[in-house]
């Protein structure tokens, strides 16, 4: 029986560190399992089987499921998880910071993109807006465009 339960929280133990590299749902997997096995060895000291050696692997496999319940919240919770929508900048103002004729860059949110004047030429310092967003490049329309 304490065989068993050892392998338990093992596989408690290793989806636990699979976790951080698989996702949260490892971590949901490893505090449900370190549960099962503390759970498992509270009964078999309660029973008087190996009762010192049977509380330090309940304090482990309670360590394992408490840490891997904050790993899986934070996970799921989404927290540090980058979304990026390059639609969002259509519309937003930018600056230019290299010549459009037609082509050049702008500054839009602190980054620099590459970009087209739709409507002629924009110079150092003009103020432009995005139209469209292509892959990794902008069409803009320049607010005094030089034609």
Same mark, same amino acid.
Do not use: C
């Given at each position: 029986?304490?065989?068993?339960?050892?392998?338990?929280?093992?596989?408690?133990?290793?989806? &636990?560190?699979? #976790?951080?590299?698989?996702?949260?749902?490892?971590?949901?997997?490893?505090?449900? %399992?370190? %549960?099962?096995?503390? #759970?498992?060895?509270?009964?078999?000291?309660? /029973?008087?089987?190996?009762?010192?050696?049977? &509380?330090?692997?309940?304090?482990?496999?309670?360590?394992?499921?408490?840490?891997?319940?904050?790993?899986?919240?934070?996970?799921? +919770?989404?927290?540090?998880?980058?979304?990026?929508?390059?639609?969002?900048?259509? #519309?937003?103002?930018?600056?230019?910071?290299?010549?459009?004729?037609? $082509?050049?860059?702008?500054?839009?949110?602190?980054?620099?993109?590459?970009?087209?004047?739709?409507?002629?030429?924009?110079?150092?310092?003009? /103020?432009?807006?995005?139209? +469209?967003?292509?892959?990794?490049?902008?069409?803009?329309?320049? $607010?005094?465009?030089?034609?």
């Amino acid at each position: 029986m304490l065989v068993v339960a050892g392998v338990v929280l093992a596989i408690a133990l290793i989806a &636990w560190l699979g #976790g951080f590299h698989v996702g949260p749902q490892a971590h949901v997997a490893a505090g449900v %399992l370190a %549960l099962i096995a503390a #759970g498992w060895m509270i009964v078999l000291a309660l /029973r008087g089987q190996s009762a010192p050696l049977l &509380w330090t692997l309940v304090a482990v496999a309670l360590f394992v499921a408490g840490t891997a319940a904050v790993g899986a919240w934070f996970g799921l +919770r989404g927290k540090g998880v980058v979304t990026y929508d390059p639609h969002a900048l259509e #519309g937003a103002e930018a600056i230019v910071v290299s010549d459009l004729d037609p $082509e050049g860059r702008v500054r839009v949110r602190g980054e620099i993109w590459k970009a087209t004047a739709v409507n002629g030429t924009a110079r150092l310092g003009t /103020r432009v807006q995005v139209l +469209r967003v292509s892959g990794l490049h902008l069409e803009v329309w320049a $607010e005094e465009p030089e034609i």
